[in-house]
């Protein structure tokens, strides 16, 4: 049950990278050797920011803790995935404009910069990881590699499709981060 409860939240959270990437995708010209670059670059970002939230969320349970705050742990990793899921559904369905121009290929620094804006989600995913007791390694490493294969998949797509298929990605996972946090009040 944890290994599926990882795999939806990292799957999750990682189309709320594929969103953001996807925009980007759409304004280049031609894909070239950079996307490998930007992909691992946000595997590594958000393997070291899913670490970080996992240690803090092993922190917070580093004392002796009684079934009463058992109880409030859940209470709190469901409230996180549930605020999570809530601001990815508001970036989905707010109305936004959007000034179009074509680059000749990826800008690696601005790219760069948006993963590291990105990695807030991947903290809260390894905080709510940390809270309820997952394994680490197999946390961390989902979140590298699930972030840095939809940011490759978001480029290519945006490139090939357009900017259509970015926000009801984003739906989607906002929605299913909601239900896993309801849901992981009944466990």
């Known amino acids: 049950m944890q290994t599926v409860l990882v795999i939806l939240i990292v799957l999750s959270m990682a189309l709320g990278h594929y969103e953001a990437i996807v925009k980007r995708g759409a304004m280049i010209v031609k894909l070239d050797r950079k996307i490998l ?6 595997g590594l970002f958000n393997l070291c920011v899913a670490a970080g939230g996992y240690a803090l969320g092993r922190f917070a349970l580093s004392r002796d803790l009684g079934e009463r705050e058992f109880f409030w742990i859940n209470i709190v990793a469901g409230i996180l995935l549930l605020a999570s899921g809530l601001s990815m559904l508001i970036r989905a369905y707010r109305s936004r404009r959007l000034l179009e121009h074509r680059m000749d290929s990826i800008d690696l620094v601005h790219d760069t910069i948006l993963e590291l804006r990105l990695c807030l989600y991947s903290f ?35 490139r090939s499709f357009g900017m259509e298929n970015g926000r009801p990605a ?8 909601c239900a896993i946090g309801i849901a992981i009040q009944f466990l």
């Open 37 to 42: 670059i930007i992909a691992a670059l946000c």
């Open 124 to 158: 809260v995913g390894g905080t709510v990881c940390g809270l309820l007791s997952f394994r680490m390694l197999f946390v961390v490493i989902a979140f590298a590699l699930g972030t840095a294969v939809f940011s490759a998949a978001g480029y290519i797509s945006g």
């Open 170 to 177: 984003l739906a989607i996972g906002g929605g299913t981060l």
